[in-house]
């Protein structure tokens, strides 16, 4: 799929598994295990899926997944699963080089989405693409820094404070184009200053959705994950981007959906749902 100057390149970077309760919070498991199936632990699947944006110039990696070198605790909490694709060999067989990598935006920094932005080498942790540089939310970086009760497992700050030790890190402030195709929005539901990225030219608009929308499943309102900070805040910001999406024909890509990569969405009388289905980007 080609937006403006950029081709737009799903990178699969693992799978691993969270708790379905967690994923789907008020909404009852008789009716998300039909979508998402749990295992014996009620572990639900998903995939860490970023998106690679290529033009003549640049080469822009969204989040970078889990990464690597987790310990064996870790590995058996969220069945993490290398066992198809990781990160440098996704990128590898797009023919992109980690040094070719020119900028890194993160959604946010929970260790899912910044796991694989940093290698840990002579048993010191340093930047896996040397030469990017990376974008966060100044606001959202202060809290992972000091997080709350609820979420503060979710910050591996392994896996980013060596970005800002290295200088390598740019703050962004609030919503703000980060060139002609790419929009940054901001969604505070799930955490503070979530940065949504918008692709977009003349004819078609890609939004890559982060925590916002994790599976197709999460698309109809009530469904949010108990990971939320703000669950009310969510429902907000759900009802406005769907609203877009459904009335400009956006796509919504899906960074842990572990059948689809993205989708269109249509409204009825009973709310918003999936419109069509794509498995990959090169479909469009």
Avoid at 9 to 20: H, M, Q, S, V, Y
Avoid at 142 to 159: G, Q
Avoid at 230 to 247: F, Y
Wanted: glycine fraction near 6%; include cysteine; charged fraction near 25%.
């Amino acid at each position: 799929m080609k937006i403006g100057k950029y081709d737009l390149i799903p990178i699969e970077t693992c799978k691993f598994a969270l708790d379905g309760g967690a994923m789907f919070g008020v909404v009852p498991k008789m009716l998300w295990q039909n979508s998402n199936q749990p295992d014996e632990f009620n572990r639900v699947t998903l995939h860490a899926r970023c998106l690679l944006l290529k033009s003549n110039n640049k080469k822009i990696l969204i989040d970078t997944g889990l990464g690597n070198n987790w310990d064996e605790k870790f590995m058996r909490i969220y069945n993490v699963d290398y066992s198809e694709f990781d990160l440098i060999k996704s990128l590898q067989t797009n023919g992109i080089k980690t040094e070719e990598i020119t900028d890194v935006i993160f959604t946010h920094l929970h260790f899912d989405h910044t796991g694989g932005s940093t290698i840990l080498e002579n048993e010191k942790w340093m930047p896996a693409f040397p030469n990017a540089k990376y974008y966060v939310q100044k606001k959202h970086f202060d809290w992972a820094l000091n997080p709350s009760e609820k979420d503060k497992a979710s910050f591996v700050t392994n896996r980013f404070l060596p970005l800002y030790e290295n200088g390598m890190i740019n703050f962004i402030d609030g919503e703000n184009n980060f060139d002609d195709e790419i929009q940054i929005l901001i969604s505070d539901g799930h955490t503070f200053s979530q940065q949504l990225i918008k692709i977009s030219d003349s004819s078609k608009t890609l939004l890559f959705a982060g925590d916002l929308f994790p599976f197709t499943s999460h698309i109809p309102i009530p469904y949010i994950t108990g990971y939320d900070l703000q669950p009310l805040v969510t429902i907000k910001e759900k009802k406005e981007i769907l609203k877009k999406a459904c009335d400009e024909e956006w796509l919504i890509f899906f960074e842990h959906d572990p059948f689809t990569v993205a989708a269109t969405i249509t409204k009825n009388e009973k709310g918003f749902s999936v419109k069509e289905k794509f498995l990959s980007l090169s479909e469009l």
